[in-house]
């Protein structure tokens, strides 16, 4: 399956979703990284047993395909960096939010091929939810090994760079959402007599597999829904505040002040 492992995979930056890539790879024999801070480095170099420079041209120089995984503010310093040394032949993968393939190739030069990914922090349980964008004139063969580094680590799907800013207001940032609601499901728990360990694990546990079940039957949401609400119960008296407030608009509004500021860090 990971025939990507066959070319030499690098990262700049060795942070959270750095670190959420590479645990998911069967094959890190090919891997190396750098980062800015060496405790950092030495402590992702030794768990992993992947190589490791402070230098991201070492990098730039050795790997075919790269991972872009320092933040939006650190992208044009790494970039400064290394585009003296780039070759035509090697793929960039930003994972950066909001730097659009136009902006990144400003910055990286007309060497390198370039793939935009939009993930989650959920790759760190090897559930992410990643999005993929290449321009035409990418290599195939590095948007596949892409595909399949970051299907290891969760779902990978194909998208247009102008679904980037919704896909960024969604799944991007949505794990925090979910933990929100989780934190308001726990608290209402907790407000009805329940020890607060107890309240977090049957919010979680209620969000996991409520999910879980959805992913696996590919039951639409509607019937789910209206399924567990019978009449006269416990769910239907729920769901009837629930469906008065202004919950969807609240949600709306959520995703869209993150859609529009994801467009400004453009
Ligand atoms: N976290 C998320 O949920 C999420 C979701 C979607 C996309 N992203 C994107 O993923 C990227 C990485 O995020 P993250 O959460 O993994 O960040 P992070 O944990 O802060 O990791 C970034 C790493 O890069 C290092 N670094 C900074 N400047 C560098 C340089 N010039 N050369 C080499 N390494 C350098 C940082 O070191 P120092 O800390 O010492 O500066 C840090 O270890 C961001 O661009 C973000 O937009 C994140």
Not at 252 to 259: H, I, P
């Amino acid at each position: 399956m990971m025939k990507a492992c066959t070319m030499r995979i690098g990262f700049f930056g060795a942070g959270k979703m750095a670190e959420g890539i590479l645990s998911a790879m069967p094959d890190r024999s090919s891997v190396i990284v750098s980062d800015v801070n060496p405790a950092r480095l030495a402590e992702i170099a030794k768990t992993y047993g992947v190589a490791a420079t402070g230098d991201v041209r070492e990098v730039a120089k050795s790997a075919s395909l790269i991972f872009l995984a320092v933040r939006p503010q650190d992208a044009a310093t790494v970039a400064e960096a290394v585009k003296p040394v780039l070759k035509a032949g090697q793929t960039i993968v930003s994972i950066v939010a909001g730097k659009r393939l136009a902006v990144l190739r400003r910055l990286f030069g007309r060497k390198p091929g370039l793939v935009r990914v939009m993930p989650n922090l959920a790759l760190r349980a090897k559930a992410g939810m990643c999005a993929i964008c290449a321009p035409k004139g990418t290599p195939p063969k590095a948007v596949k090994a892409v595909r399949d580094i970051l299907s290891a680590a969760g779902e990978a799907v194909v998208l247009p760079e102008k679904d980037f800013d919704a896909v960024t207001a969604l799944s991007g940032s949505g794990p925090a959402y979910f933990a929100y609601m989780e934190e308001a499901m726990a608290e209402a728990g907790v407000a009805l007599g329940l020890k607060p360990a107890a309240a977090r694990l049957l919010a979680e546990q209620t969000m996991y597999g409520t999910a879980k079940f959805l992913r696996e039957s590919g039951m639409p949401l509607r019937p789910f829904i209206e399924g567990v609400c019978t009449k006269g119960g416990t769910t239907a008296a729920g769901m009837a505040v629930m469906d008065a407030s202004d919950f969807k608009r609240v949600v709306a509004g959520t995703l869209k002040a993150a859609a529009e500021r994801s467009r400004e860090l453009a």
